[in-house]
Nanobody, 125 residues
Framework: QVHLVESGGGLVQAGGSLRLSCAAS????????MGWYRQAPGKERDLVAT?????????SYLDSVKGRFTISRDNARNTVYLQMNSLKPEDTAVYYC?????????????????WGQGTQVTVSS
């Protein structure tokens, strides 16, 4: 099992910045990718950014956050960060940490994933 603890959400004015953190604990050896999703009220959950934990540091971003958000990781601390700059009201959502990779039948599998509890980000205009 992998346990995820998120922090860093809050209320900020448009144009401001926030940094989200997600610390993974437990059986983390099989984690291959960490990332962030977000879900606004009445909308589907969208993938915001991902970063590979093994085989390099490849990243991917939602088009609407490119150039404003940066995802990074600290493997020694099993922690992923999302630096959010130039925030806009449309970035308001609950942000969820997500990891891919866990143990299934005693072997590592990317069919296993975990979610954090979510952290609220509110951007006022």
């Amino acid at each position: 099992q992998v346990h995820l603890v998120e922090s860093g959400g809050g209320l900020v004015q448009a144009g401001g910045s926030l940094r989200l953190s997600c610390a993974a604990s437990g059986d983390t050896v099989c984690i291959s990718t960490m990332g962030w999703y977000r879900q606004a009220p009445g909308k589907e959950r969208d993938l915001v950014a991902t970063i590979q934990i093994v085989r390099g540091r490849n990243t991917s971003y939602l088009d609407s956050v490119k150039g404003r958000f940066t995802i990074s990781r600290d493997n020694a601390r099993n922690t992923v960060y999302l630096q959010m700059n130039s925030l806009k009201p449309e970035d308001t959502a609950v942000y969820y940490c997500h990891v891919t990779g866990g143990r299934s039948n005693y072997v590592c599998s990317n069919d296993v994933d975990y979610w954090g509890q979510g952290t609220q980000v509110t951007v006022s205009s």
